[in-house]
């Protein structure tokens, strides 16, 4: 292990002395969410932009944050939301006009927008730091003595910004993050008595993963195949399938070790990787950057990514916050596409159970604020299902910005003892969500263009029926024909329905044989529209 030096060993304790005030505060508010605070919202994706790069439409996955507006309805708090490049105006005008019971104007003079004006492949926390006059402005722009820092995930950029601001991170310390890559993660079930499938440790080269893989095998003669998954992936994007049936030939169940190396060695060449143009060449050189596991691959006729999403305050007390069965695509059904809520109720209570054993060893290692876990669960018969852990995402994930659109929106609340979520009228919620409503039809809707749509078809979240679509990355949609949206019932199948509406109008909308653009306004109709190819 590395030695630290001096001065990054003061860095160290002045961090965890920030964190501190978060305690300190805690104690002394009911409801920190709601509290008379500045937020800055720092989103960014800190994590390794090669592997980020293989998420289509990634630079503009900062604005999965932009939920936290909707935080403006409490008239006390302020927020400053920093990004890379400008947002569209009419995106924020979007999230602003959600808040039920606030003037528009109100909310938006106490929203401070900023960017840095920078479109290079860095994380934006590096970028921001970079600018020290944007960070002077920062500065003098928060109450530091009412003020905490929210961000995507924690890395040395994070806690470097939050150390040159003097505001508290509200997020795992970056020396923690550890927890959550796929090695750690193992370890964390394996400590919290947690199921999870067979496989290894992390590891840091090709021919140790070969004899880790070979090692598996030999636990499990019969198993057909196995995940290799790099230590820092997001949405399954650093995921490949190890296909064993056909080395049997050349590794029989007699043979020796040394065989069994060796045929996956070769069949390392043909890993089926679920990220588009991927080579193990590039893969093999990530191993040794990132780190690597193998593990079994979990089989069953009837099977299902369900996740459990918890939050650890900063005193120490672990709560459950929702679960979700994820819908996964992708070559071989590891790309998360999106979620629905709640979790199957065959499953959801043992789905909290297993979420607080993790959460509550997670405290202990000095964890902080957003985990959550993904199982595999498989019918075994008679509504049994048979569950395996993972992983951990020690972050805000794909299934953070829904559920706290439905809570912030509805100023619900969830109900451990169903794994429900009730609006104040009482009402159940369920949605279906995704970051990845995506057509190439779709291409070349601008921001305006958009919600000209959503206006005409009625298409957005109606508060006073707390039912409806709110949607987000809204950037993505001219270049990547790429959209999500959350798609908020007071059933399942009524979620599905307002989700498929949406989908219905958006294809008839961008069908170019039978185009009306009777529901443009004449200024959103730009130069050119003839134009338009879909």
Not at 79 to 99: E, G
Not at 219 to 239: A, D
Not at 513 to 518: A, E, I, Q, T, V
Request: proline share 4%; glycine share 8%; with cysteine.
């Amino acid at each position: 292990m590395q030695m630290l030096n001096v001065s990054e060993l003061q860095e160290i304790d002045k961090f965890r002395n920030l964190q501190l005030i978060l305690r300190d505060r805690w104690k002394t508010i009911e409801l920190f969410d709601h509290s008379d605070a500045d937020i800055l919202v720092i989103p960014s994706l800190s994590i390794d932009q090669r592997e980020l790069n293989k998420v289509e439409g990634c630079e503009h996955y900062e604005e999965r944050l932009l939920f936290s507006l909707i935080r403006l309805q409490n008239p006390r708090t302020r927020l400053i939301y920093v990004t890379s490049m400008p947002l569209h105006p009419s995106i924020i005008d979007y999230y602003l006009q959600l808040l039920p019971g606030i003037p528009f104007s109100h909310a938006r003079n106490r929203l401070l927008l900023l960017s840095t004006y920078d479109s290079s492949k860095k994380p934006l926390s590096q970028k921001i730091l970079e600018r020290p006059r944007l960070l002077e402005r920062i500065r003098q722009a928060l109450r530091l003595e009412k003020s905490f820092m929210t961000c995507y995930n924690s890395s040395h950029w994070e806690g470097e910004l939050s150390v040159k601001l003097g505001v508290p991170l509200y997020a795992a310390a970056p020396d923690l993050t550890i927890w959550g890559s796929k090695g750690g993660s193992r370890q964390i079930f394996a400590e919290s008595d947690v199921p999870h499938p067979d496989g290894s440790s992390s590891i840091w080269n090709e021919n140790d993963l070969a004899k880790a893989a070979a090692e598996l095998w030999e636990r499990q003669p019969t198993l057909q195949r196995m995940v290799v998954k790099l230590n820092e992936g997001i949405s399954g994007e650093g995921n490949a399938l190890l296909d064993l049936k056909p080395m049997a030939s050349v590794a029989p169940p007699n043979g020796s070790f040394a065989q069994r190396v060796a045929a996956i060695h070769e069949g390392f060449l043909n890993l089926r990787f679920q990220a588009k143009q991927e080579t193990w060449e590039n893969f093999s050189q990530r191993i040794c950057e990132l780190g690597a596991i193998v593990e079994a691959f979990v089989f069953g006729e009837i099977k299902r990514s369900p996740s459990v999403q918890g939050r650890i305050t900063p005193n120490g007390d672990v709560e459950i916050l929702s679960t979700h069965d994820q819908i996964l695509g992708g070559p071989d059904g590891q790309i998360y596409l999106g979620c629905r809520f709640p979790a199957d109720e065959a499953y959801r209570l043992q789905l909290q159970q297993l979420g607080l054993k993790i959460g509550r060893n997670l405290a202990k290692k000095g964890a902080l604020e957003r985990y959550g876990v993904d199982f595999i669960a498989v019918d075994t018969g008679n509504n049994q299902w048979d569950i395996q852990a993972i992983e951990i995402n020690l972050r805000k994930g794909g299934t953070t910005h829904p559920f706290m659109a439905l809570k912030l929106l509805t100023n619900g609340r969830y109900d451990l003892s169903t794994g429900l979520f009730y609006s104040q009228q009482g009402r159940a919620k369920y949605y279906i969500a995704t970051d990845n409503l995506q057509k190439e039809r779709y291409q070349g809707l601008l921001p305006n263009d958009f919600m000209d749509i959503i206006a005409h078809h009625k298409l957005h979240f109606d508060t006073g029926t707390e039912t409806g679509t709110v949607f987000h990355l809204m950037g993505c949609l001219s270049q990547f024909g790429k959209l999500g949206l959350t798609s908020i019932g007071d059933s399942p199948q009524h979620a599905e329905e307002i989700y498929n509406k949406v989908v219905k109008v958006l294809d008839q909308e961008t069908n170019s044989s039978s185009k009306d653009f009777s529901s443009l306004t004449d200024n959103s109709i730009p130069i050119g529209w003839d134009g338009y190819s879909c």
